[in-house]
């Protein structure tokens, strides 16, 4: 476990000057990942998103490593075709065979849970040796905060609105972990920026997995979540606390949840920050706000549960 | 000069004939998704890969967008990379057409050209691979089972180019060449080989030591600007293909011409046409000259870049002419392939007569006797008893 003296002597793999939001939690999530690479060299691409046209605006890139952007649904299948040509040139020769490389796709919630699921599903299917991070903020804020199948239930987002009939989002958000876990791809899990040793060592073992790997990491946005930028890691870290967001990897088939110091808190704590749920606490949605804790409640006991069945034999 | 090479005589479909071409190419990486009446290509390829006669990463992916995706990584990252596709599968891979084209990626990709839906239906025109027209990639089209090889070989040749570095669709109509078996002349491999080379990538994505950012977002400031270099590589990759082309025209003993002009230096009436069809219509045009009509045939090989010149010198001196063409264009006069004739003809000064037809959409059959009414058609549109425009050939 790398800790906070060692992490910072690493090579720094997403230059500064980019044109992320101040506090954008894509950049966040980006560092420490790659920081799970060590010295290693790697190569990266991002789907459509905040996180590439701020990165990688002509003629200017803010990445050390070789970076790839192609389209909005394909982060995975372009990686898959870098990680085919690796294989197809290293086997002709015209790649030394002691040379390793990592390979690592970046995509949002809207890239990864709804248009890119599909090229993502079929890239981890097919064994691609890579790491796929979704950086999930819980909608499409690229195009000014529309909901995804990521944005939580109730929230409030430019096309699911807040009004007389209608109070946010009407539909539980898409478990995409436990959809990636029935893959039965060698590696998956569940990390928080905020959480950054956690994250940091659960891309060090996706990057030293042999298959392919896929992290989902919270990664807020202020703009879109309605907070202050400087919030970002302490919202972030509000998800863990209140069980929205628990922290848990598969690792070969075993189950293993991060434990988290203290009693978990109400998940009123996330929610009354951030002003995307603030019509939640306005008279008459208290059913709501109950409903939300107990399909928070029943996430986290779900999580719970695998991480009890599905757990190392002892 | 290169020497004329040996050639063994074969009995092969098209798609046996591209799958040779892949199999001598040995590309480093082919990523496929299965179409009717594409799939021969990649089932004769996986055989190739099962049996280690190419070295290739396959890639089955889970669908065409994704195969175009997966072959711009791969060929990014510095890789020989082709695939192949038809129809809806170029329909659903059309986002990330021009991509590979606009990032200057030499991705070779076989079409069995088929109509598009609706009404679903798996037999050959050419509206998949003219929806596809104004991509960037380069456009050949493959007369026969000979040809389909031929035109892969010199598209694989003319994408890898350090002078092109563009992609290429190698386009062969559907079952009626991808499927009918024909006589062949398959190149040794050892000569195939050589004159295939490999590729060397100008900015592989592999080369850490020297990272690079492929992809990149590009705004109004420069934008404009990319798009007048990408149309100044296509049509500046005319040279490349003619000396290619003529390279392998010397090794294999085939001619190759971006028009090819049948009897059209006397002729009064000529028929222009792409890929299969044009047998017929040089059928035709042999019984009529046995009584005494000067007929001519101007097939067109290389649509992208379109060849105006030689098409205006196989065109010049007739009466009357007639475009045929295999894909709608709704609500507008003519089709693709007679808007070019036009553009061609008008930009010369030539104030040839031209009609055109619209022809054998989603299979339908293209006999002798549509030909016949064509010649027949260009002798009242050159005396002027009928007008140019554009008629359904043999429609119930």
């Not at chain 1, 980019?18 to 966040?28: F, Q, T």
């Not at chain 2, 025109?125 to 960037?136: F, Q, Y």
């Not at chain 2, 590589?233 to 003619?242: D, G, L, M």
Request: glycine share 8%.
């Amino acid at each position: 476990m790398a800790n906070l003296k060692e992490l910072s002597a690493l090579p720094e793999r997403l230059a500064g000057g980019h044109r992320l939001c101040g506090g954008c939690g894509a950049s966040i999530c980006v560092r420490q990942v790659l920081m799970g690479a060590g010295d290693a060299d790697v190569v990266c691409s991002s789907a459509t998103g905040c996180l590439e046209v701020s990165t990688t605006v002509y003629p200017y890139s803010s990445w050390k490593t070789p970076f790839i952007h192609n389209a909005f649904a394909n982060s995975a299948a372009t990686m898959s075709g870098v990680e085919a040509a690796y294989n197809g040139l290293k086997r002709a020769g015209k790649i030394p065979a002691d040379k390793e490389i990592k390979f690592c796709a970046f995509g949002g919630d809207g890239g990864t849970y709804d248009i890119g699921l599909q090229s993502l599903s079929g890239a981890m299917e097919r064994g691609h040796n890579m790491v796929y991070v979704c950086y999930d903020n819980g909608a499409y804020m690229n195009t000014g905060i529309q909901r995804s199948s990521a944005t939580p239930h109730g929230a409030w987002a430019t096309t699911s609105e807040v009004g007389s009939v209608q109070q946010g989002k009407q539909q539980r958000r898409k478990d995409l972990t436990s959809i990636m876990a029935a893959h039965h791809i060698p590696y998956v899990a569940q990390a928080s920026i905020s959480n950054w040793r956690d994250l940091v060592n659960k891309a060090e073992k996706a990057f030293n997995t042999d298959g392919p790997a896929f992290i989902d990491v919270m990664a807020p946005c202020p703009r879109g979540w309605r907070i202050k930028s400087d919030e970002t890691v302490e919202i972030a870290r509000l998800a863990v606390e209140t069980g929205f967001w628990p922290l848990f990897e598969i690792d070969h088939g075993v189950w293993k949840m991060t434990p988290v110091r203290g009693e978990r808190k109400p998940l009123t704590e996330f929610l009354k920050p951030q002003g995307r749920f603030k019509h939640l606490f306005k008279p008459g949605n208290e059913q709501l706000l109950e409903q939300l804790q107990q399909e928070c409640d029943e996430y986290y006991a779900y999580v719970e549960r695998m991480c009890s069945l599905y757990a190392e034999e002892k | 000069m290169a020497e004329r090479a040996e050639q063994k005589i074969v009995s092969a479909t098209g798609n046996m004939m591209v799958t040779e071409a892949f199999r001598q190419a040995d590309p480093d990486v082919v990523c496929a998704y299965p179409i009717t009446p594409q799939t021969t290509i990649v089932e004769g390829f996986a055989k190739c890969v099962a049996n280690g006669q190419v070295h290739t990463e396959f890639v089955t992916v889970e669908s065409e967008h994704s195969s175009m995706s997966a072959c711009i990584g791969s060929a990014q990252a510095g890789a020989r990379t082709f695939t192949a596709t038809s129809s809806q599968g170029l329909a659903y891979m059309y986002e990330e057409l021009p991509i590979a084209a606009g990032m200057r990626l030499p991705i070779v990709m076989a079409n069995a050209n088929r109509a598009i839906s609706a009404p679903i239906n798996i037999h050959c025109d050419h509206s998949d691979v003219m929806g596809a027209r104004d991509t960037g990639w380069l456009l050949f089209f493959a007369e026969d089972a000979q040809e389909a090889y031929d035109n892969t070989m010199i598209a694989i040749r003319t994408a890898e180019d350090k002078d092109v570095q563009l992609p290429v669709m190698t386009t062969l109509d559907g079952f009626i060449t991808t499927h009918a078996m024909e006589r062949a002349e398959l190149m040794n491999d050892e000569a195939a080989k050589e004159f295939l080379g490999e590729r060397t990538p100008l900015f592989p994505l592999l080369d850490t030591e020297n990272p690079i950012a492929a992809g990149m977002f590009a705004d109004q400031d420069s934008y404009f600007e990319l798009h007048k270099a990408l149309r100044d590589a296509v049509t500046a990759s005319k040279p490349v293909i003619k000396r290619i082309g003529d390279e392998w025209a010397e090794l294999s003993g085939r001619p190759f011409d971006f028009v090819d002009a049948w009897g059209c230096d006397d002729a009064d009436y000529i028929i222009v046409v792409l890929g299969s069809a044009a047998g017929n219509a040089r059928h035709q045009a042999r019984l009529l000259r046995e009584k005494g009509v000067k007929a001519g045939v101007a097939r067109i090989r290389v649509f992208r870049p379109f060849p105006y010149e030689e098409l205006v010198a196989a065109l010049h001196g007739a009466k009357a002419v007639a475009v045929l063409d295999r894909s709608e264009n709704f609500g507008g006069e003519y089709g693709p392939v007679g808007l070019e004739v036009a553009t061609a003809l008008y930009n010369a000064k030539e104030t040839i007569p031209l009609k055109n037809y619209m022809f054998g959409l989603g299979g339908h059959d293209v006999t002798l006797e549509q030909m016949e009414q064509v010649y027949e058609d260009l002798e009242k549109l050159a005396a002027g008893t009928i007008d140019g425009s554009i008629e359904y050939l043999g429609n119930r």
